[in-house]
């Protein structure tokens, strides 16, 4: 008797991480991310003695120190992040389907890959997949490689599986109501500060010139949770960190605009990373450690770091409604 298939499966998607905070891991990982066109899309030939020469051999060192202030007993925060925000998902994909439905995680870059995930699932019988990235708004250089290396996969494959992927839900109500309800909360523990800072992982200008809607989405992010929250234009600022290179990328700049608050008397600032679905580097060092000490050092007061949704109830709840209306009809 053959078992029943699922109806679907989920692949859960998020950037990746390396699979222990050491120089090689680093290098190895940085390797893939770096080397994908989608994420650095200079000539391969100006680009790679760079990344070669340069960016592997002098930067692996000093951010597996950074991952090693920031890893958990268990893990990278990502990945740990990430297998609750999988677990918790399965269980309210059960309650509401009443069956098992397989949720499975992949990484753009790294541990388990996408294909992975994909092999995962097919193991389970199924036959027809949403894909869900974790990123809030999209950009060429997140969702767009998701799509890229499941399509390269799946050139390989005899069987092809049916894919749905969910490519944004910047402006779902209950994503901004996750992310206020999560502002709130720190509100009613430390108080409302002087303004609240939405950074968001930056990208070249370039791209946006060139047609991407990431900076639209992230602006109307803003509002939307501004809006949610109450906040008059002065309580609130949209920046943008974690730059990489000298060509220009979207502005403000979360450093540069840390250090010169205190010279506007705004030395109270709460900071919320909404692009953000899981805590990881970029949040935990960059923006908790980093920019703290930058704020601080310019004369700044109080700087609290609202943490980012991870497997917070109304999160894992907004993922199956995610789920739920990409699988409709399966």
């Known amino acids: 008797m053959n078992p029943i298939k699922p109806d679907f499966g989920v692949l859960l998607v998020n950037l990746g991480t390396p699979e222990a905070p050491t120089p090689l891991a680093v290098k190895r990982f940085l390797k893939q991310f770096l080397s994908d066109p989608r994420v650095v899309d200079l000539s391969p030939w100006l680009w790679w003695p760079i990344l070669n020469g340069v960016v592997l051999t002098t930067r692996p060192k000093k951010v597996a120190q950074l991952y090693q202030s920031i890893w958990w007993p268990d893990g990278s925060p990502l990945m740990v992040v990430s297998g609750r925000q ?149 309580q609130w600022q949209l920046c943008f960190q974690s730059r990489f290179g000298k060509e220009p990328w979207l502005t403000p700049y979360t450093d540069e605009l840390l250090t010169s608050l205190p010279n506007d008397n705004i030395t109270h600032v709460d900071v919320i990373c909404p692009a953000f679905a899981a805590d990881c580097l970029e949040t935990l060092e960059e923006i908790s450690v980093t920019a703290k000490a930058s704020f601080l050092k310019a004369g700044g007061k109080h700087y609290h770091f609202i943490p980012c949704l991870n497997d917070n109830d109304v999160h894992i709840e907004l993922l199956c409604q995610l789920v739920q209306n990409q699988a409709k009809g399966w």
């Open 86 to 234: 999988q677990q918790k998902l399965a269980e309210d994909l059960f309650a509401v389907y009443d069956k098992t439905i397989p949720v499975e995680l992949g990484m753009t870059y790294g541990s388990p890959s996408l294909m992975d995930g994909v092999a995962k699932l097919r193991k389970q019988g199924v036959d027809r997949i949403v894909v869900l990235p974790l990123y809030p708004q999209y950009s060429c250089s997140t969702v767009a490689p998701v799509i890229d290396s499941l399509y390269s996969g799946f050139a390989l494959l005899r069987d092809v599986p049916e894919v749905r992927v969910n490519k944004e839900y910047y402006q779902n109500p209950l994503y901004i109501k996750a992310l206020a309800t999560s502002v709130r909360k720190h509100w009613q523990q430390y108080g409302q500060a002087q303004k609240l800072l939405m950074s968001f992982h930056g990208v070249p200008k370039r791209y946006v010139e060139q047609g991407d809607p990431y900076y639209s989405q992230c602006k109307q992010t803003a509002k939307l949770l501004a809006a949610e929250l109450g906040l008059a234009r002065e």
